[in-house]
């Protein structure tokens, strides 16, 4: 299949050039001939070339910290911090950035993150990896909440495996009663995990996991996957699992639907981010009423095809972002808005009730 210049455009956000992809393995293959072994240690995130963005945006309120979604194609465990890799990991870091810049101080770690082909291994065996990249993506959250946050409010941002590791986040540090764990939460802003699976079992699990229910709630998940409707089990959303999710142009978690008149603009990026098309009114959208996933109506999905052989024919994974992108990018702002308003109602009632008292 010819892909236009277009797609080409938007999956670089995803991957790092159509014309340097592997194809992933087709189908879970037991990994055999692959030995994992933990990582003994982080790396060093005190190292400034550890970080990709580092405090990018002193005039704003509110920080971001973004974790990146997956972009090793070559590898077949985690990635090796090569320069390769961080260009490709940059490449698709500044499209994601363009959604947060406008709203947030910006803060992206690099990491030894798990390579695309990881995903058609054994569960057993992906975990595995994915336990690896989050010992790096952990290690760079302490780091950055005891050197370079200075209590200020938060969005956690992934895309892919990058929504993998903010849930990861969620439940080693927002959990339980510690003064730590209370204070994160109260300065959540939200979480922006686009591209990867919540489950009620999930939310079950880790109470501190609270999904969307609207459009200025904070201290929430943000969260949905795209697919054509036509799509039965993918790894990400897999049969008979429903996910929790949210539609990017109504803000509802039910099943209506949202009319292509509600998109505010799908947009493509060039290299650095920077936006090279936007056409308002293309696609509409409604949440599966079975899997959870959000189905995107008015579409050619010849125009939108997988790409990598580990999404089935209709996943549309790979363009989440892209097809609702102003959309989201006005949500991050208003729901920062909405935070950064509460916080100073409260912190008003606080000094009323101080002044009474005294």
């Known amino acids: ?43 060093h995130y005190e190292d400034s070339a550890n970080w990709l963005f580092d405090g990018v945006g002193d005039d704003k309120a509110v920080d971001v ?40 101080k910006l803060y992206a770690p690099y990491y030894r993150q798990a390579s695309l082909n990881a995903y058609s291994y054994d569960i057993a065996t992906r975990e595995a990896i994915l336990q690896n990249a989050y010992v790096d993506v952990s290690a760079a959250f302490k780091y950055y909440l005891e050197h370079k946050n200075n209590g200020r409010p938060i969005i956690l941002a992934g895309f892919s495996q990058g929504a993998d590791m903010c849930y990861r986040i969620l439940e080693e540090y927002y959990g339980g009663e510690s003064a730590r764990a209370v204070e994160l939460r109260k300065n959540l802003v939200a979480v922006y995990a686009i591209g990867w699976t919540l489950t009620q079992d999930m939310v079950d699990k880790y109470p501190q996991i609270k999904p969307a229910t609207g459009e200025l709630d904070t201290g929430v998940v943000i969260t949905y996957d795209c697919e054509d409707g036509n799509v039965t089990d993918c790894f990400i959303t897999p049969s008979g699992v429903k996910a929790i999710a949210i539609n990017p142009l109504n803000w509802k978690t039910d099943s209506t639907k949202a009319d292509k008149s509600l998109n505010k603009g799908s947009v493509t990026q060039d290299g650095a981010g920077a936006i090279t098309s936007c056409v308002k009114g293309a696609y509409g959208a409604y949440l599966d009423p079975e899997r959870g996933t959000l189905i995107v109506t008015d579409i050619d999905t010849n125009q939108y095809p997988p790409v990598l052989s580990i999404f089935p024919d209709g996943a549309l994974h790979l363009y989440d972002n892209f097809l609702f992108f102003v959309n989201l990018q006005e949500n991050i702002k208003d729901r920062t808005d909405a935070f950064l308003q509460s916080s100073q109602n409260l912190s008003e009632d606080d000094g009323s009730e101080n002044k009474d008292a005294a």
Do not use: W
């Open 1 to 43: 299949m010819k892909i236009s210049k277009k797609i080409i455009s938007i999956c670089s956000a995803f991957v790092f050039g159509i014309s340097t992809l592997v194809a992933a393995p087709t189908g879970v293959k037991a990994a055999d001939s692959v030995r994992v072994l933990p990582f003994t240690s982080p790396l």
């Open 65 to 104: 910290f973004m974790v990146a979604p997956s972009v090793d194609t070559k590898g077949t465990i985690n990635s090796e911090m090569t320069e390769g890799y961080k260009q490709a990991f940059r490449s698709a870091m500044n499209h994601q950035q363009a959604l947060y810049a406008y709203t947030a």
